[in-house]
């Protein structure tokens, strides 16, 4: 039996599409040098989100830390909680991230959680005053639903603003910059340690610095996002198409009425309609883009994805894999700590 083949229209479109774009990989990455550049700036978001998951490790075992925390870095049960915490602000950020992304837009969403982590930010600098547990658990929470968020708007935007040859490689950035998040942590735990010593002349210094300078890539990102396009799929979802085709002809620094950015405006086009017929068929009283709809729609669309066997197998290779890959880093808070009793 012969494999099936592609109707002509959607055949001779790739084809096409193809011929004008040329090579992927590396290649299409220096054509795209903009939307690379642009990837690159936004997941910032992901740093931040490694930065946070890095360096309380390191803060945990400071004398000072310890001596403003009490029982909360003696106590087990409730050092699980400080550290924990983060983590399930980030998983609540995660559900409330693609509302925000569909109301405000993809840029936006991201500056409202650039606003949102500094403020948590600025609640875990008051961990210094009488009740500072208090403020580190409301501060490191805060945070975590910021970098929830960022964790899923950034890479949802680097796919929108991307062409086909090159999303792959920019989306990967955003686990890129996680990772590379989490190793500079160590690394300004480590050089901050010794400020005042690592006794009981430790300043506090050693274990405010490492939370303040989050702040940095934290403003750079929501400053940043004022200058940088918003997601041509989010405008033509919307209604904005004049606007969506003037900013892919930006994005791939052609002009407005070059073929490529026709066919892939009409790409985006086809995909927007599509998705709009079949919210009217399956909830039909869902189809106004009202935020109230919106916000409905995200739980509607959740649930859809365990009603059929094929799909929620799909839900699951993605979720299990995503689950053990936090799960091997569940412990990343306590090495420093149990490196002493170790040896």
Request: net charge positive; with cysteine.
């Amino acid at each position: 039996m012969s494999p099936p083949v592609e109707s002509g229209v959607d055949g001779a479109a790739l084809a096409r599409r193809k011929a004008l774009t040329g090579a992927s990989g590396p290649a299409a990455l220096v054509k795209n040098i903009k939307v690379f550049g642009i990837a690159c700036f936004a997941c910032l978001g992901g740093f931040v989100y490694g930065y946070n998951q890095g360096v309380f490790s390191g803060i945990l075992t400071m004398t000072s830390f310890g001596n403003h925390m009490g029982d909360w870095v003696t106590d087990s049960t409730k050092k699980g909680w400080l550290t924990s915490i983060f983590e399930l602000g980030a998983w609540f950020g995660c559900l409330y991230s693609g509302f925000l992304a569909e109301t405000l837009s993809r840029k936006y969403a991201i500056m409202a959680n650039v606003c949102l982590f500094v403020f948590g930010v600025i609640v875990q600098c008051l961990g210094m005053t009488p009740g500072g547990a208090s403020c580190i658990l409301a501060g490191r929470f805060i945070t975590g639903l910021a970098v929830g968020a960022m964790s899923v708007n950034v890479p949802n935007y680097n796919a929108e603003v991307a062409p086909p040859e090159v999303r792959g490689s920019l989306v990967a950035l955003q686990q890129l910059a996680i990772t590379a998040g989490i190793m500079v942590s160590f690394w300004i735990d480590y050089g901050t340690n010794n400020i005042g010593g690592t006794g009981k002349t430790q300043s506090d210094a050693a274990w405010l610095v490492p939370i303040c300078l989050q702040l940095i890539p934290g403003l750079a990102l929501g400053i940043g996002m004022l200058f940088m396009p918003f997601s041509p799929r989010w405008l033509i979802h919307h209604g904005r198409e004049t606007e969506a085709r003037h900013v892919l002809a930006s994005l791939r620094s052609l002009n407005e009425d070059h073929e490529l950015i026709e066919l892939e405006f009409l790409e985006i086009k086809a995909q927007s309609v599509f998705e709009k017929r079949s919210t009217a068929l399956q909830w039909p009283h869902l189809t106004a883009l009202t935020p109230w709809n919106i916000f409905k729609l995200q739980f509607v669309a959740i649930g859809s994805l365990f009603k059929t066997r094929a799909m929620f197998r799909r839900v699951i290779v993605a979720t299990v894999t995503m689950f053990f890959q936090q799960f091997t880093g569940s412990f990343c808070p306590y090495p420093l700590h149990m490196q002493g009793p170790c040896g």
